[in-house]
C-alpha cells in the first residue's frame, strides 16, 4: 500500500465517521486534550446557527458568546482526559447569540480507541428547553392541585363542623351539610368541566338556573363579555350557592313575589376589575345577623382569599345587597 491508498483510506474512514455524525439529530462536538474543537456535527452548525469558521480550531469555551465558559463545567470536562470520568446532563442556562433563552444539557465522554490511549473527547448537546417548561408547568399543577386539595378537605371539615346541628334532627343536618357538600360538588364540575375558560354570564345562569324555576324569581341583567378562569369560576359559583341557598332559606326567594336581580360592570382602571352586584328585594324584613355565621365567612373567604378582591354585605331591610370586586387582570 503505497502513500496515496494510505491517504485514500484514511479519508474515507474519516467522510464515514463524519457521515455518522451527522447522521445524530442532537449537536456534537469532538475537542482535542486541549478542548479545542476538531469538528462538529449538522445539527450542531444547525442548532447554533454558526459555520465551520466560527466553531472549528476554537476553544470549546470561547464558542459564541463564551455561553460554555463555566468554571465548574470546565473543571469537568478537564478532569475526564486524566481520570476517565464523564459529564452527564450538566445544565446551562444561557442567552445564546441568534436562538436566545435556552436550558441545554452538556455530557462529554472520553473516546475510546483500541490501538491508542485517544485524549478526544465527544460532547454531546441536548436543547431541554421545552422539557424543562413542560417540568416546571407540571410542578406548579402538582403545587396548585395540592394547595387547592388542602383548601378543599380543610373546607369540608369546616362545613361539617360548622353547619349548625342545634335543635335539628339528623336527616335535617343531613340536608342542610350534604346541600352545601353539593355546591361544592357543583362548583368544581362547572369549573373543570368547561376547558380553561367559561363565560362570566353563562356561568350566572347555569349556577342560578336551579333556584329561579324558568320564573322571573332571578333576573341577571346584561353585561359585557368576561371569560374567566377555572380558579375564578369556582370561587365564584361557591359564593352565588352559597347567597342563593341563603335567599331560598330566609330572603328573597323564600316569597312568591322576592326577586334577586344580578349585573356585572367591568372597571378599566389598571389593573381592570369586575364588580358584581346581588340585589335582593320583596323578601321578607332582613334582620342582620348578631355575627358573621359561617356563610358569610364562606363568602368573604372565596372573595378574598381565592379571588384576591373584596366583598361587601348589605344588610337593608328591604333586601341583601352584595357587592363583590374582583382583580381579573389586563385585556388578553
Not at 469532538?30 to 466553531?55: M, Q
Not at 452538556?106 to 490511549?117: D, E, I, K, M, Y
Not at 368541566?193 to 338556573?209: H, V
Request: aromatic letters at 6%; a negative charge.
Amino acid at each position: 500500500m503505497n502513500l496515496e491508498d494510505l491517504y485514500r483510506l484514511l479519508r474515507k474512514d474519516h467522510v464515514r465517521a463524519q457521515s455518522i455524525i451527522d447522521a445524530v439529530a442532537d449537536p456534537l462536538v469532538l475537542v482535542d486534550e486541549k478542548l479545542c474543537v476538531l469538528t462538529a456535527s449538522r445539527a450542531f452548525f444547525e442548532t447554533f446557527k454558526v459555520d465551520g469558521d466560527e466553531t472549528l480550531g476554537q476553544h470549546f469555551h470561547e464558542l459564541g458568546n463564551r455561553q460554555w465558559d463555566i468554571p465548574e463545567l470546565r473543571r469537568l470536562l478537564e478532569e475526564i482526559i486524566p481520570k476517565s470520568t464523564a459529564v452527564v446532563d450538566y445544565e446551562v442556562e444561557h442567552d445564546f447569540p441568534r436562538i436566545g433563552r435556552r436550558t441545554m444539557l452538556v455530557s462529554a465522554r472520553r473516546l475510546f480507541h483500541p490501538h491508542n490511549n485517544s485524549r478526544t473527547l465527544l460532547l454531546s448537546i441536548v436543547d431541554a428547553t421545552q422539557r424543562r417548561q413542560r417540568e416546571a408547568e407540571q410542578d406548579m399543577l402538582l403545587g396548585e392541585l395540592r394547595h387547592r386539595m388542602k383548601n378543599l378537605l380543610a373546607l369540608v371539615q369546616a362545613m361539617a363542623r360548622q353547619t349548625t346541628a342545634n335543635g335539628r334532627s339528623g336527616e335535617e343536618y343531613r340536608d342542610a351539610f350534604l346541600g352545601r357538600f353539593n355546591a361544592l360538588v357543583q362548583a368544581h364540575d362547572l369549573a373543570y368541566s368547561e376547558g380553561d375558560e367559561t363565560d362570566l354570564g353563562e356561568m350566572l345562569e347555569r349556577t342560578l338556573e336551579p333556584y329561579s324555576e324558568g320564573s322571573k324569581a332571578v333576573l341577571i341583567e346584561p353585561g359585557p363579555t368576561l371569560p374567566l378562569a377555572s380558579r375564578q369560576i369556582m370561587s365564584l359559583s361557591l359564593i352565588l350557592h352559597e347567597l342563593a341557598t341563603n335567599a331560598i332559606k330566609h330572603g328573597a326567594l323564600s316569597v312568591p313575589e322576592g326577586q334577586i336581580r344580578l349585573r356585572w360592570e367591568l372597571e378599566e382602571a389598571s389593573p381592570r376589575h369586575l364588580r358584581l352586584i346581588w340585589q335582593e328585594s320583596g323578601g321578607p324584613p332582613v334582620v342582620p345577623p348578631v355575627s358573621p355565621g359561617f356563610g358569610t365567612q364562606l363568602i368573604e373567604f372565596a372573595a378574598e382569599r381565592e379571588l384576591g378582591g373584596s366583598v361587601e354585605l348589605n344588610y337593608a331591610q328591604s333586601g341583601l345587597g352584595v357587592e363583590i370586586v374582583v382583580p381579573i387582570g389586563p385585556v388578553s
